[in-house]
């Protein structure tokens, strides 16, 4: 059993799936922005409140077997900086020179003019 507020739910009950997915993560809770869309003709949902402000964003859409829907924001990469990613010695020397960089612990070597193409 569950205590939701004054009520005992059952652990198999929708609604206390419901209450234990949406506060689950306390890190990154969910907030409820807009009650009961409905489907236009063509099963879509508008979701202007709960999207990001960003041009041109891509969602990650997940379903549970409840039939609850999250959309997840992604960004993506061009095709030609994901050897970056598929490189774990690369990717891991470039977070660790970021990191230094974030600590001050950087060398002046100098100007590397002389070697830039106009």
């Not at 739910?9 to 306390?26: A, F, G, Q």
């Not at 489907?39 to 709960?50: E, H, Q, S, W």
């Amino acid at each position: 059993m569950y205590e939701c507020g004054n009520f005992l739910l059952d652990y198999n009950s929708h609604l206390c799936n419901t209450i234990i997915m949406l506060t689950n993560n306390t890190n990154h809770p969910f907030k409820l922005i807009a009650k009961a869309l409905k489907p236009d003709n063509k099963k879509r949902v508008a979701i202007g409140k709960a999207s990001s402000a960003q041009e041109d964003v891509l969602y990650d859409v997940y379903i549970n077997d409840l039939g609850q829907v999250m959309l997840d924001p992604v960004k993506t990469i061009p095709a030609y900086e994901t050897w970056l990613f598929e490189n774990k010695k690369a990717l891991k020397s470039v977070k660790k020179g970021l990191s230094d960089s974030k600590k001050g612990n950087t060398k002046h070597l100098g100007s590397f003019s002389k070697y830039a193409k106009d």
